[in-house]
Structures are given as C-alpha cells and as structure tokens.
C-alpha cells in the first residue's frame, strides 16, 4: 500500500511538472507575469492614500572609537497623491514622523514632524521641531518652525537661479507617461537581472479581493545598469554625454553598495485580478566595510483608495524659499527683492 501512494505521488510530480515546463507556465514565469502587470497597473494610478511605517536600527563606533553607539529611528508616514492632471507632477500632501533615540557618547531621544504638499513644480515643507532642538538654533530658524515653506521651481526660473533649460528637463514627464517608454523601462528592469530569487505565493484578502505575494531580492551589481538602461531609454542624449569618469563613478557606487548591502528582501501584494499594488514591505541588512556601521532597515507601504477621489488640501499662506535666503545669500540672488524675511505670501 506504502510503495503504491509513493508510486502515485511520484507519478504526480513528474507529469505536473512535465505538464509545467512544457506549458512554460512554471511559478517563475507566472511570477514575472504578474510583475510585469504590477509595472503597468502602478502606472495607470492617478489618486491614491498611503500609510507606512519603517524602523531603522543601526550600531556605529563613536566618535573617540572606544564604543558603539546605537540609534534607533522609528518612521511613519502617511500622504494622498493625484496624478490625474497630464504633463504634470500632480498634486500630494503628506507628512512624516521621526520617533529618534540615539544610546551612547552622545545621546538624543526626541521626535519631530514634516509636512510636505506638492502642486505640479511648487513645493511646501513645514517642519515641527521639538523645544530642545530648538533651543540652539538661530533666531530666524525658531521662527520658521510650524510655518509653511515655499519651494517654487517656476520662481527659480524667473529669478535665474536654474536655466529655462534645467526647467524644462524637470518638467518633461511626459516621457514616462508615454506607453511605449513604460514598456521599454518595464522590459529593462525585468531582464536585467536587477530582481532575483522572484517567488509568488497567494496573499491575504485586502477589501475582500484576493491577493498574490511576490517575494524578491535585488543584486547591487545590477544597479549602474538600471541607470545606463533608464538613460537609454528616457534620455538618450544625457547618456551621450556622460564622461568615461562619470561612469566608472557609477561603477563605483555600485561596488560599495555590494559590499555595504548584505541582504535585501522585498514584498509585493498585488490584487489577482487588477494587480494593483497594495503594499509594499522590506528588509534590509546592512554593513559598511569603511564606517564599521551596521543594522537593518524594515518599511512596510499600504496604499489605499486608488483611483478614488482624494481631497488634497494646499497651504493657503507660505514664505518663499528665495524671501527666507536673500538676506544670507543677497550677492548670489540679485533678483530677489531686498531686505525681505520671509513674509507670508498667498
């Protein structure tokens, strides 16, 4: 009886797994199938919310080198994203939290906030800084604490401080909205090499849809050429113009990254049907060669209410970035109006 369900079972396996590699529809290739689809559907997203968090735990010898100091930085961040408007950046709001505490020579505990809002190429910061970093800092810091602060790359323009050029690079999204240069970037990542170990299991239900879960890791040594890849096919005459040293300095990069990444696993849980990403998750193990730093880094990603509508609210009053800095830096901002502070503008 025992050698006849061993028999059956046997049997079971090598016909299915017949079955798979002569349908080439084995885990593998399903599971870059779904990738595949999970790069195009993230593409078609116009509105969404998110929330995550991260936990970053790191050891690094302290400054005399006698011991280690060790720092935990706990992160949440949450934020609402509008890409309907074409050639565009959209619109976001967003915020982060910092829950930091440094244990060693020189110890810190403490928490502070970011707000961000984007509108297109103007950009909002407001940060929330707790009394005992403010406590030594310059005047005109303290009193741009919880006030909003406005980054306008249209205004830049105007004042000369980037070139219409510079302006008009940033502003070329169109490019990857186009579907072709998506297939393209889509195609070049995937054979590239740059995931490894792709792995697809079903997931848990999320709003009552059934899920998939692809499980990878990244080869570092894959990294400057993503980044020649995307040059390629994005911005062919920027890729002409890297130096040989420009390039041997992405190699570079590439080689410390290997040897600071020890491991790296990722998570992605798409919807069966649409493939809509809705959460992406990490772990990363690090160790650096040439500081002696070393920890891990944990993020997990929800997004929610995708293709619904969002109600992104912008500052209703801010203070230029060029108004705070032209008292400091006057001689390199000859445009920018005199003896100004930072008053609100609307």
């Known amino acids: 009886m025992k050698s006849t369900v061993i028999g059956i079972v046997v049997a079971g396996v090598v016909l299915g797994g017949g079955y798979l590699a002569y349908s080439k529809y084995t885990p593998q290739v399903r599971a870059v199938e779904v990738l595949d689809r999970v790069f195009s559907s993230t593409s078609q997203r116009t509105t969404y919310t998110s929330k995550g968090t991260a936990l970053l735990d790191i050891t690094a010898p302290s400054k005399k080198g006698d011991t280690n100091d060790h720092a935990v930085v706990k992160y949440a961040v949450s934020g609402l994203v509008d890409k309907s408007v074409p050639d565009s950046f959209g619109k976001s709001s967003g915020r982060l939290d910092l829950d930091i505490n440094v244990e060693g020579s020189e110890g810190l505990v403490t928490k502070l906030a970011i707000d961000i809002a984007m509108d297109d190429k103007v950009f909002y910061l407001k940060l929330d800084l707790p009394a005992e970093l403010l406590a030594g800092a310059p005047a005109f810091i303290s009193g741009l604490n919880n006030t909003w602060i406005k980054i306008d790359l249209n205004e830049f323009a105007k004042k000369g401080l980037i070139t219409e050029e510079a302006l008009a690079t940033i502003s070329d999204t169109g490019k990857l909205d186009d579907p072709v240069t ?28 059934p899920t998939y879960k692809l499980t990878t890791s990244i080869d570092p040594l894959k990294l400057a050429d993503i980044m020649i890849g995307y040059l390629e096919i994005v911005d062919p005459e920027a890729l002409a113009k890297l130096t040989e040293e420009e390039k041997a300095s992405l190699e570079e990069m590439e080689k410390r990254v290997a040897e600071f990444l020890k491991s790296s696993t990722i998570s992605l849980v798409v919807e069966k049907d ?14 650096d060669p040439e500081s002696k730093a070393a920890g891990a880094f944990d993020f997990t990603v929800e997004y929610n209410d995708i293709n619904k509508p969002v109600n992104i609210e912008l500052p209703k009053e801010s203070t230029s970035i060029i108004d705070i800095l032209a008292p400091f830096f006057g001689a390199f901002m000859p445009l920018a109006p005199a003896g100004r502070t930072g008053l609100p503008v609307k």
Do not use: H, T, Y
Request: aromatic share 8%.
């Open 274 to 287: 649409s493939a809509l990403l809705r959460v992406v998750s990490g772990n990363v193990i690090f160790d």
């Open 182 to 209: 998506r297939g393209k970037l889509k195609e070049m990542v995937v054979k590239s090499g740059f995931f490894v170990d792709l792995s697809m299991v079903p997931g848990e239900d999320i709003d009552g849809l």
